[in-house]
């Protein structure tokens, strides 16, 4: 049988008998782009990977910011009030 007979006469290959021969069969798009769909999933995995990445130390890079951020002025606040110099309070 030709695989064109089987599509257009309405045969699916499971009702042929056993050992039938099927000729000129038409790949499936799995067949014709096997290794373009496998690296089209490699690509997609690899840039949710790196996207996932990026937005966790972008919330690192926020937190610690702040943190940074906090201590100075925690800083700034004990530089004030802990140098001895005269100051308005003081006199």
């Not at 690899?46 to 990026?54: D, S, Y």
Request: overall charge positive; cysteine-free; aromatic content about 12%.
């Amino acid at each position: 049988m030709t695989g064109g007979s089987s599509s257009a006469g309405g045969i699916s290959e499971s009702r042929l008998p056993p050992g039938s021969e099927i000729y000129f069969r038409e790949p499936t798009l799995w067949d014709k782009y096997r290794w373009y769909i496998a690296l089209l999933v490699a690509v997609l995995l690899a840039q949710v990977g790196l996207i996932i990445v990026l937005v966790s130390e972008r919330r690192h890079r926020l937190y610690f910011e702040v943190q940074a951020s906090r201590r100075a002025a925690e800083l700034a606040h004990f530089n004030r009030y802990s140098t001895g110099w005269p100051t308005d309070r003081n006199r």
